[in-house]
């Protein structure tokens, strides 16, 4: 997957040359509009059976093996940070009110939290369907790294049975900072510098 991505950006470059033009891959390019994402599907597989399904999770129809890989990344979501996003433009991205995913909460459509559960048709039959969307990640991270620190911490959270509490289905962008509170919903940091320094800090790390 990592050599997929890192093949279309050199293959859009490379055309948009062709034509004169430029193509960024910035986070962040225009001022004022909703900037460019990664946002990164996960599922955990063994012998041909997704291990993130369950048919009787009336909510989401994900295992525990699921909620604990979620709980492991919202626990680590301030180090994850300095590796899934790690320029400065990437936080010019990350500011609430421009569908970036810039809140420690997961639900199944909420696009303001930054792991989403997708939805589709329910049962068994649609089960390797089932996975996490993990939505902080943005185009400048080296996909080699991001994706081996995302699982790292999947797998700390699966270890370690962390929680994923409860979902957020209310819109957190509309939400008061006194809501946010009461719910307990962190934010993401807000430069590369206080990401690197939650890195330093990480347990996991």
């Known amino acids: 997957m990592p050599q997929i991505q890192l093949s279309y950006k050199y293959i859009v470059k490379n055309i948009a040359k062709q034509h004169n033009m430029v193509a960024t891959m910035m986070p962040k390019a225009v001022a004022l509009d909703n900037g460019s994402c990664l946002h990164v599907n996960t599922s955990l597989w063994n012998n041909g059976k997704n291990l993130f399904f369950d048919e009787n999770d009336n909510y989401a129809e994900i295992s525990d093996i699921a909620r604990y890989f979620c709980g492991g990344i919202l626990e680590h979501s301030f180090a994850l940070a300095s590796i899934v996003s790690p320029t400065t433009n990437s936080y010019r991205r990350l500011v609430p009110g421009y569908e970036a995913p810039v809140y420690v909460a997961w639900s199944t459509g909420n696009r303001s939290a930054i792991i989403r559960i997708p939805g589709h048709f329910r049962g068994a039959q649609f089960s390797n ?10 185009p400048s991270c080296n996909p080699y790294l991001a994706f081996s620190a995302i699982l790292a911490a999947g797998i700390d959270g699966i270890k370690k049975k962390t929680s994923i509490g409860d979902p957020i289905d209310e819109d957190i962008f509309k939400m008061s900072s006194k809501r946010r509170k009461e719910l307990n919903i962190k934010q993401l940091p807000s430069s590369l510098l206080e990401a690197v320094e939650s890195l330093k800090n990480d347990r996991a790390s």
């Open 129 to 138: 369907m089932k996975r996490i969307e993990f939505r902080a990640p943005d």
